[in-house]
């Protein structure tokens, strides 16, 4: 069976009290995937965002290139694994604030939609297209990548996303 390549959103807004800050605790999770059936093949620079929804703490942004034999399914259950390992929990208060996030935005298969354990995954990533705390780490590290469903190249969003706008009509 061929590896797939994943390309892995990482985010983290809490301290950890064994890691640290969110940026450590975005270098652990690396290490932590790569103990988890993923060859780590490259991480964007890590990035400092302002967070969506009610949480006030900024969050510490990153992507990671990833390669696994696990199938998308197998993948997102893994990685909500090493989210629990870290002390994740996926009930409470949406977009509040979080220890790590892990979210397969592209993969190397197109686009899937399927339901793994209790959560839906749908590849490509339904918001990435719309984030800049994913789209500038994202393009830095694979910026040819391209969405199977607008055939943009990761660059191309991310400009698209940057673009100055005019305010005349």
Avoid at 40 to 54: Q, T, W
Wanted: charged letters at 25%; aromatic letters at 6%.
């Amino acid at each position: 069976m061929d590896a797939h390549r994943y390309l892995v959103a990482l985010g983290s807004n809490m301290r950890h009290p064994r890691y640290g800050t969110p940026r450590r605790v975005l270098a652990a999770a690396v290490a932590a995937m790569a103990e988890e059936e993923f060859s780590v093949l490259a991480l964007s620079p890590m990035i400092e965002s302002a967070p969506l929804g009610p949480s006030h703490r900024r969050y510490a942004n990153a992507v990671a290139a990833v390669s696994s034999r696990l199938k998308p399914d197998d993948a997102l259950e893994r990685l909500h694994q090493v989210e629990h390992s870290f002390g994740r929990c996926r009930r409470g208060q949406a977009w509040g604030a979080r220890v790590l996030d892990l979210d397969i935005v592209l993969w190397s298969g197109g686009a899937h939609v399927a339901r793994a354990d209790r959560a839906e995954l749908v590849i490509p990533h339904a918001a990435f297209r719309h984030r800049r705390f994913v789209l500038d780490p994202a393009a830095a590290l694979g910026g040819d990548w391209r969405d199977p469903l607008t055939h943009l190249t990761l660059r191309q969003l991310r400009a698209r996303l940057t673009k100055p706008r005019s305010t005349l009509r």
